[in-house]
């Protein structure tokens, strides 16, 4: 049993009240370690840290705060195995998708610490031909960070990185669920010799140090990637005190499969975007919409596909899909499962608990499969966060369009069609931050922004080299001898 602590200053401290709380196995429900409960006294000394290390970090070069970016980078590549191994036990997702995850979290730092040594601003030509003009971008100073158990590494890292590189200090607040797993990225930055206070985590309940954060008037950005419930509740603390804000929500995303789709090819995408880390993605695939001529024959194919799919204790060899995240959550794939059958979808596949000697303990729920789905029905319209798809079919493609625009959310869609105008007008016509063509909607490359639209995000990108129209603000300078 490992117990990490919160992280202030450049030292490990606990909880100001010592209170702590078991971090569950989701597999086993064996204990995997203690994580501080933290209050609002101890986010104030964490925050107090970041604002008296700001000025001396935003001081140094981009190239220096780089250095440090690549010396933790290389510390977490070398404890990838031990990182990834402790993902895997606090959240469920199995050991290799665990150990992707880490060695992208090594490639994002590597990709930040180079931004390091490029422009920060442009020259402006100025009406006065005696004055010299130009903008630089400047950090905000303290900004909070807020994240979810789903990606423990990845998305940490991915606003930690941006923050850091252009010169703020942080206090992160990552889920309780995989406090240790944060814990050891944290240990990393504190073993790459980053100044003291530059980089803080703490750990508590969202309605007190989450909440906290938001209401902190000495954080000056909080970028939140969570449900959009949590994230309206955000976006107004922020707006009330003018803090700056990010927010990455959830989504409702759907594939199409034409009726000129490759159809092994569609398959193995949907069970791939769906499926993979137990459904617990904002990207994963939730609604596929299925052209009519075809679709008896695609739904065989995914079905007959999903036989080969071994579940399991993520750390186990050859396990594909390992339990939800916990009880609470697999509880709420359950309901959601029980609301698909009373609103009249037909289940086809799956839909229960799974049981017997290799499942008792933990939260295992079978990849499920509902047709005859109507786009109004809650299963197609709520995010459940777990591996359950609902089948919806269409006649025409424009008709398709329209069903994938049919939710709140925006944040990714894919399409698969030989057709070069289908992925024309998808590209045009489907209200979402990514979209991908003859590929699996789960999914985005470091170097690209990422972000939805509608109810999905805040309407800002992270990742690539929009990152940093979040954490800096733009200074306009103006010279005359």
């Known amino acids: 049993m490992e117990t990490y602590s919160n992280y202030v200053a450049g030292e490990w401290k606990a909880a100001a009240s010592g209170k702590t709380r078991d971090i569950i196995n989701p597999a086993t429900q064996e204990i995997v370690g203690k994580s501080p409960v933290s209050s609002l006294e101890d986010l104030d ?31 977490i590549e070398e404890r990838l195995n031990d990182i990834a191994t402790t993902m895997t036990k606090e959240m469920g997702k199995t050991l290799p ?16 610490a180079g931004e390091g040594m490029r422009k920060v601003g442009d020259v402006i030509p100025s ?4 004055a010299f003009m130009f903008t630089k971008r400047v950090p905000l100073g303290v900004v909070g960070i807020i994240t979810p158990w789903n990606f423990p590494v990845a998305i940490p890292i991915w606003k930690m990185a941006p923050a850091l590189i252009y010169g703020n200090t942080v206090v992160i607040k990552p889920a309780s669920e995989t406090a240790i797993t944060a814990a050891k990225v944290i240990e990393c930055f504190h073993d790459a010799g ?26 000056n950005g909080i970028s939140f990637t969570g449900s959009d419930v949590v994230g309206k509740g955000i976006a107004k603390g922020a707006v009330e005190r003018g803090a700056k804000f990010q ?20 398959v193995e995408g949907t069970i791939s975007g769906a499926f993979r880390s137990t459904g617990q993605k904002c990207t994963a695939t939730s609604r596929v919409l299925v052209h009519s001529s075809i679709k008896q024959a695609f739904t065989d194919k995914l079905i007959s596909a999903l036989q080969d799919i071994k579940i399991g204790n993520g750390l186990e060899e050859g396990i594909w899909m390992g339990p939800c995240s916990s009880k609470a959550q697999m509880d709420t794939v359950l309901s959601y499962i029980e609301k698909g059958k009373s609103e009249g979808a037909k289940l086809i596949y799956g839909g229960n608990r799974l049981e017997g000697s290799a499942y008792n303990q933990g939260f295992y729920v079978e990849p499920t499969i509902f047709d005859e789905v109507d786009s109004g029905m809650q299963i197609a319209q709520e995010e459940i966060f777990g591996p359950v798809i609902a089948l919806i079919s269409f006649n025409d493609i424009e008709e398709a369009f329209n069903l994938a625009n049919d939710t709140p959310f925006g944040l990714s869609a894919s399409i698969y069609t030989e057709n070069i105008g289908a992925m024309l007008k998808f590209i045009d016509q489907v209200d979402a931050g990514l979209v991908r063509i003859n590929a699996e909607t789960a ?28 954490y800096t603000s733009i200074k306009t300078v103006f010279v005359k001898g």
């Open 247 to 266: 927010l990455e929500m959830g989504g409702k995303n759907p594939v199409i499969i034409a009726s000129d789709a490759d159809l092994d090819k569609a």
């Open 97 to 112: 998708e665990a150990k992707g995850e880490t060695a992208r979290g090594v490639a994002i730092l590597r990709y930040y």
């Open 45 to 75: 000394e964490a925050v107090q840290a970041a604002s008296e290390a700001r000025i001396e970090w935003s001081r140094l070069s981009g190239a220096a705060r780089g250095d440090y970016l690549y010396k933790a980078a290389n510390i």
């Open 127 to 130: 009406t006065d031909s005696e």
């Open 194 to 219: 980053l100044p003291k206070g530059v980089v803080n985590m703490m750990t508590g309940s969202g309605s007190v140090i989450g909440e906290g954060i938001v209401n902190h008037q000495g954080i």
């Open 443 to 470: 999914g985005v490359e470091l170097q690209a922004p990422f972000g939805g639209m509608k109810q999905s995000s805040s309407h800002s990108r992270e990742q690539g080299e929009a990152a940093i129209e979040f």
